[in-house]
């Protein structure tokens, strides 16, 4: 997390100096600047849905996960993922979404979050699957529920929970809405 508040400020400073100098200029000259010249930016953590990597991928291939674009996780990663989900429950057919374990693999492959820009952002919330990722979404359980909880979302229910029903602490109403540390 520290990595990327501190890439995060390091650019807003260079787009500030950039702003100050552009605003600054002398005469009718205009100068190109690249801002980001002698840096190297790499992706360290894919994190949608959290658990996948962790649960899907062998250690050798964790970090190739992280650093993979999305556009290419399909293909790398989907026939690894449907092995170890066979592996996990061998009496997978389809899961509470309808999706066939080669459905589902290939959408868990691709690690990005969809987002719903006109309907209820949530993980799941009995109805909605996948509009986004509100703070409170029980992540790990809907994961679980469309591992082992076969067609209906039932089967194997020891295996469909974390039993941990709500965080720790109350999350804040107002930004950064986040609980506060202990």
Not at 80 to 88: D, E
Not at 129 to 155: H, K, N, P, Q, Y
């Amino acid at each position: 997390m520290k990595k990327y508040s501190t890439l995060l400020r390091s650019a807003a400073l260079m787009l500030s100096l950039a702003f100050l100098f552009s605003a600054c200029k002398k005469d009718t000259t205009t100068a190109t600047v690249n801002l980001f010249a002698g840096f190297t930016y790499q992706t360290e953590d894919q994190m949608a849905r959290p658990a996948i990597n962790t649960v899907f991928n062998a250690a050798a291939d964790k970090d190739a996960f992280n650093t993979t674009i999305p556009s290419a996780m399909g293909a790398a990663f989907q026939s690894k993922f449907q092995a170890k989900l066979l592996g996990l429950n061998p009496a997978y057919t389809t899961n509470a979404l309808g999706l066939s374990a080669n459905a589902f693999t290939t959408l868990l492959a691709t690690d990005v979050l969809t987002v719903s820009t006109t309907g209820t952002t949530t993980f799941f919330d009995g109805t909605n699957v996948l509009t986004g990722r509100a703070l409170g979404d029980d992540v790990i359980d809907t994961e679980l529920l469309l591992i082992f909880g076969g067609t209906t979302g039932a089967s194997n229910p020891g295996l469909t929970s974390d039993k941990v029903s709500a965080n720790d602490k109350t999350f804040l109403t107002t930004f950064p809405y986040l609980a506060t540390p202990w």
